[in-house]
Structures are given as C-alpha cells and as structure tokens.
C-alpha cells in the first residue's frame, strides 16, 4: 500500500536529486518514504523483493542507524514485527535534510585533542607546582587510555 507524504515529498525529492545520502542509503531510504513505517525486517524484505538481493538484514540495520544519526529518519516506539513476530522499533522518514554525523576520533587523535587541552589550561592559568604535577599525573592517565 502507497501512501503519499505532502510534508516530506521536498525533502525525498531534494534528497534523490542533489545526492545527499549514498546508493544504498537511498534504497533503504525510498521504501521508507514510499511504505514506512517499517521494522528492519520489513525493510529487507522489500530489498529482497525489488533487489533480488539475499541476506540483506545487516545491510539494512547498518543503512537505518545511517540515516536516523543523519536525522532523516526517527526511530519510532516498539511494536509487534509483522514478519519476526518480535517487539521492535520501526522507522519511518521525517521531513528533515540529511545533516553529517559527528565524526568519531581515534584514540590517538582523542590524546591528541586532550594534550591540546591540557598546554593551553597551562598556559592560561597560573598554578603552584603541585597543581602542575597534577595536571602532568592526569596527562599521564590520559596517555594510558
């Protein structure tokens, strides 16, 4: 069953036209906005359906957590899956562009930032040696992590 979505039909069309979100996050997306809303699985089986596509599951829990941490589609309450028979979340699209995830450091780059951090507390406020010494104990802390 299709339904039409007048509050997001802009934003679905922005979205496929100017190529905000990858191909297969548009797969994902696309039966969202046309059948949504739907569980993971449920998902999957309209890739399997229109793809011919196997094992697709994985695929489509790494799209959907994509596309909810871009803020185009909400994780919607808990409800009985059609398909599994389990209590899941389902997805559906908002009306909302597509905004960048905030990028994940590493944790060299993480010490990095943290050093960063430590010089400029140090050149900033005066301190007693002991405070000092503790400020070096802590970077020491921060460089085992």
Not at 57 to 75: A, C, F, K, Q, Y
Request: glycine content about 4%; aromatic content about 6%.
């Amino acid at each position: 069953m299709t339904h039409v979505r007048d509050t997001s039909i802009e934003i679905y069309l922005k979205i496929l036209n100017e190529g905000l979100i990858g191909k297969k996050q548009i797969e994902v997306y696309e039966i969202l906005w046309k059948y949504g809303p739907l569980t993971g699985s449920q998902v999957a089986n309209w890739m399997d359906e229109f793809h011919q596509k196997s094992n697709v599951s994985e695929t489509v829990r790494n799209r959907l957590n994509e596309l909810r941490n871009m803020g185009i589609v909400t994780e919607l309450p808990k409800a009985p899956c059609p398909v599994t028979g389990n209590t899941v979340y389902r997805y559906d699209v908002n009306s909302k562009l597509p905004i960048k995830p905030p990028i994940r450091l590493t944790k060299k780059e993480k010490r990095a930032s943290i050093k960063k951090l430590v010089i400029e507390i140090g050149k900033t406020v005066p301190m007693p040696q002991e405070k000092l010494d503790q400020l070096k104990q802590i970077w020491r802390e921060v460089k085992r992590l």
